[in-house]
């Protein structure tokens, strides 16, 4: 049985001694078993200094050998990003539809479980900056699970993109069956959601979470349960547009999130950002805007968001045209607003910057 304090990930303090082959020293940690060895992979750039204590991450544990790997660089130990959150629950979301046989697969699922399938090849290979937290979401799989996971899903996407449908299904068939993946990729697609940076007394809000399912071809088009008479009749409320703005957000595999001043958080490719929602008529339009604009300043200086884009989500194009370029131009505020059922605005392709090929796809189609 091993210390439970030996695991990948967790820090250890060593003594580099001499330097052995590429980029490796061999070393000494008083915090060992008796019995363990330890060799220190140096890839900071300071000097390193024999003799001189270092604390590192342990890369590697060798239970047959009695072995570790340290290293001193955080390389492979970083939080998923912004960037990389919501390509990650989309497509795990996405491929987990397909095991549990919610949806029939199609030629445009190459992409997910392409991205999938990288997922389990940064466990294997341990070569991208956030290595070690895909490896924690998946359940943490050895070397040689994760190596094999991913080349069934590689002949799963390859087979798509050749178009042989009976291979993919069979791919499909034992992962599901013979590794109960879809229960894996679940619990994956939770641990990335929960690794966001929540916003202050947030509560999540499920209605316009993400849906794991694979966007509509228009992209800006309103994912919502929510006919376009209604929509018109209801005059694009309040509430109504809050729920289209969460539903599209969440369909791009952002978490979504609101407390009792804040309409609408998340975090996109570029970081974090706060929604205002208004509803305007001519009488009150400029009135409105005027409200919003101060709410987003004060929301973004009350939690302390100093890196956050403010985002002014309208009922409809505003009147007065000034008004666009003063927000966006010298208020540094992006706008977006409803349009024939579907989110319009200058800023509306920022919403789309989350780094997906399956989103920029779907635009194609």
């Known amino acids: 049985m091993t210390d439970s304090y030996l695991s990948i990930g967790s820090r250890l303090e060593v003594i580099p001694m001499s330097p ?18 330890c060799n220190l992979i140096h890839r900071a750039s300071a000097t390193i200094l024999p003799g001189q204590p270092l604390t590192g991450w342990m890369l590697n544990v060798d239970t047959d050998r009695h072995h570790v790997e340290v290293t001193d660089s955080n390389f492979g130990f970083l939080p998923i990003s912004d960037r990389m959150r919501p390509r990650y629950v989309t497509c795990l979301g996405r491929v987990e539809k397909l095991l549990k046989k919610e949806d029939e697969i199609g030629a445009s699922d190459a992409h997910c479980i392409s991205e999938v399938k990288g997922m389990f090849s940064r466990c294997a290979r341990r070569d991208q900056w956030d ?17 094999s996971t991913a080349g069934i899903l590689g002949e799963v996407s390859g087979a798509l993109r050749r178009g042989d449908m009976a291979t993919a299904r069979v791919g499909l068939e034992e992962l599901a069956v013979g590794r109960h993946m879809a229960r894996t990729l679940q619990a994956a697609r939770e641990a ?3 690794s966001v940076t929540a916003l202050p007394q947030s509560r999540v809000l499920r209605g316009r979470g993400a849906t794991g399912r694979q966007p509509d071809a228009s992209v800006r088009s309103v994912v919502s349960s929510y006919a376009k008479e209604k929509l018109e ?3 694009a409320t309040h509430t109504m547009l809050l729920d289209i703005l969460g539903q599209f957000l969440g369909a ?10 804040v ?17 305007i ?85």
């Open 20 to 37: 052995l082959a590429g980029d490796a020293w061999s070393a000494q940690s008083s915090f060992l078993p008796a019995g363990w060895s």
């Open 131 to 147: 290595w070690r937290a895909v490896h924690l979401a998946l359940g943490e799989p050895s070397r040689g699970e994760a190596r």
């Open 192 to 194: 990335v959601e929960r």
């Open 233 to 235: 009749s209801a005059n």
């Open 252 to 261: 791009q595999g952002h978490r979504v999130e609101a407390n009792q001043f």
């Open 263 to 279: 309409d609408t958080f998340t975090r996109l490719k570029s970081g974090p950002a706060i929604f205002e929602a208004k509803s």
């Open 281 to 365: 008529t001519d009488d009150n339009e400029l009135a409105q805007i005027r409200h919003g604009l101060s709410q987003l300043y004060e929301y973004r200086y009350r939690y302390d968001l100093k890196d956050a884009t403010l985002w002014l989500v309208l009922s409809r194009e505003p009147r007065e045209g000034w008004v666009i370029n003063y927000l966006e131009k010298d208020r540094g505020v992006h706008i977006i607003w409803l349009e024939r059922g579907e989110l319009s605005g200058p800023s509306v392709e920022r919403l789309l910057e989350t780094g997906s090929e399956a989103l920029r796809q779907s635009r194609k189609a």
